[in-house]
T-cell receptor, first 114, second 112 residues
Framework: DAMVIQNPRYQVTQFGKPVTLSCSQT?????MYWYQQKSSQAPKLLFH???????NEADTPDNFQSRRPNTSFCFLDIRSPGLGDAAMYLC?????????????FGPGTRLTVL | GENVEQHPSTLSVQEGDSAVIKCTYS??????FPWYKQELGKRPQLIID?????GEKKDQRIAVTLNKTAKHFSLHITETQPEDSAVYFC???????????FGAGTRLTVKP
């Protein structure tokens, strides 16, 4: 009964080699988020989709891109990973249909850059 | 934009004692304040939340208080247990855009 699923759980890539992280949800939520969380830090919002409407945070590097082909799936593309991009990447969803704001997080993908 | 500050960064208590974590926010338009618990290597999970139309909410050993005038809110855990040990994050957002900002986190250690 997993609600927010992330694949893979662990990803190792080489410096500069593109990588794609995947998130899917069974909640039918219209909002999906990508966060970057480095060790001992708070999750940092990279961007989010409200349905198909993409919202990029002002300080998110151009190196990070996202795609949402349908309601259930959202992808994070890192075009040229640097050593500083090694982190846990969390996907989350929420519904703005009513007054609920709770965000449901996936288990995360831990990215290692060699 | 919203800025959320959280204190303390680390907190160590004896089992059975209470723990209090405090957060302040800057945007008076924020109206939703969740608290997340994150155990090592796991996802953040919502433990309690409060909206700006109430001042206090309680769920068993966990309570949250909100002071809108002062723009601060606090998490209270009573009768702490070792399994309460984790990192706790506060957050603030506005219901119409759900742009959530997290505090820096508090690492709580409950010693048996």
């Amino acid at each position: 009964d997993a609600m927010v699923i992330q694949n893979p759980r662990y990803q190792v890539t080489q410096f500069g080699k593109p990588v794609t992280l995947s998130c899917s949800q069974t909640l039918n939520h219209n909002v999906m988020y990508w966060y970057q969380q480095k060790s001992s830090q708070a999750p940092k919002l990279l961007f989010h989709y409200y349905d198909k409407d993409f919202n990029n945070e002002a300080d998110t590097p151009d190196n990070f891109q996202s795609r949402r082909p349908n309601t259930s799936f959202c992808f994070l593309d890192i075009r040229s990973p640097g050593l500083g991009d090694a982190a846990m990447y969390l996907c989350a969803t929420s519904s703005l249909a009513g007054v609920e704001n709770e965000q449901f997080f996936g288990p995360g993908t831990r990215l290692t850059v060699l | 934009g919203e800025n959320v500050e959280q204190h303390p960064s680390t907190l160590s208590v004896q089992e059975g004692d209470s723990a209090v974590i405090k957060c302040t926010y800057s945007d008076s338009a924020s109206n939703y304040f969740p608290w997340y618990k994150q155990e090592l290597g796991k996802r953040p999970q919502l433990i309690i939340d409060i909206r700006s139309n109430v001042g206090e909410k309680k769920d068993q050993r966990i309570a949250v208080t909100l002071n809108k005038t002062a723009k601060h809110f606090s998490l209270h855990i009573t009768e702490t247990q070792p399994e309460d040990s984790a990192v706790y994050f506060c957050a603030a957002s506005k219901s119409w855009n759900n742009d959530m900002r997290f505090g820096a986190g508090t690492r709580l250690t409950v010693k048996p």
